[in-house]
Nanobody, 129 residues
Framework: QVQLVESGGGLVQAGASLRLSCVAS?????????MGWFRQAPGKEREFVAGVGAGGRTVTYADSVKGRFTISRDDARNTVYLQMNSLKPEDTAVYYC?????????????????????WGQGTQVTVSS
């Protein structure tokens, strides 16, 4: 059993910052997983936000968050973070973290949720204008 638990969401005004955390536990070798953040706004499909590869050596972002969001990981704490700055109302969504088991050398970070094996329950982020 693998558990991913997100925290750090909340209600903030536009321009503010939030830091999301996701802690993994259970039968998972955290360092052997690509970690990703996704989000889903009401009435919209789930979308990729950011991903970080093994050891934090590679990262990728959706165009909509580049320059504002930063993903990082702490393998000693089985935790992945999403630092969100300059938040906008359009960032309002439920944010999910996900883990994608690495099964090949140089496996790329996928932006497709279908490639991820484990998911958290999500944390709500609401940005008011």
């Amino acid at each position: 059993q693998v558990q991913l638990v997100e925290s750090g969401g909340g209600l903030v005004q536009a321009g503010a910052s939030l830091r999301l955390s996701c802690v993994a536990s259970g039968r998972i070798f955290f360092s052997s997983n690509i970690m990703g953040w996704f989000r889903q706004a009401p009435g919209k499909e789930r979308e990729f936000v950011a991903g970080v590869g093994a050891g934090g050596r590679t990262v990728t972002y959706a165009d909509s968050v580049k320059g504002r969001f930063t993903i990082s990981r702490d393998d000693a704490r089985n935790t992945v973070y999403l630092q969100m700055n300059s938040l906008k109302p359009e960032d309002t969504a439920v944010y999910y973290c996900a883990a994608d088991r690495i099964h090949a050398i140089n496996m790329p970070i996928s932006a497709s949720g279908k490639d991820y094996d484990y998911w958290g329950q999500g944390t709500q982020v609401t940005v008011s204008s």
